[in-house]
């Protein structure tokens, strides 16, 4: 019997108002839903009711400690795990634009110095494109089992 390797890195860009994508892994987001915010204070973007949680929902800029875009720029909202021992398992992130899916060869992937402003573990160019990459035990994610 041979043994399994995986070689490909199954990721989430998502966008950010300036324009920059933020690289998380798959496996941490759950949903992703389209939204309709009125205009109003960005800093309020109120609760999302799922699957029997009340989850306060973020801007993604907030949560990467940048200021936030606009109330009314945020179209989408991603719900992502924490690991099952974690206090809060669900937290919702808004973001302006939509998810995208990508499967990239770990091979490709090349660090990349940290922009100045905000708070990101790292950074990465995948084919020509530079990703952010935030902490993942900001959003209450460690090694182990997720929810």
Known sequence: MSEYVN?????????LADGRQVLLPLLTLAEVQQVKFEA?????????????HDIEVVSL??????DAAPREQHTTVGIFRANKDSKQPF???AFCGLAAHMN????QVETEALPEGGNFASAATINGET??????EALGYK???VH
């Open 7 to 15: 070689e490909t890195l199954d990721l989430a860009a998502l966008p």
């Open 40 to 52: 109003g204070d960005a800093a309020d973007l109120g609760t999302l009711k799922w699957r029997g």
């Open 61 to 66: 800029e907030a949560f990467c400690g940048l």
């Open 91 to 93: 937290q919702a992130l």
């Open 104 to 107: 990239v060869n770990a091979e």
């Open 131 to 136: 990703y952010l990459i935030p902490s993942l």
């Open 143 to 145: 090694e182990g089992t």
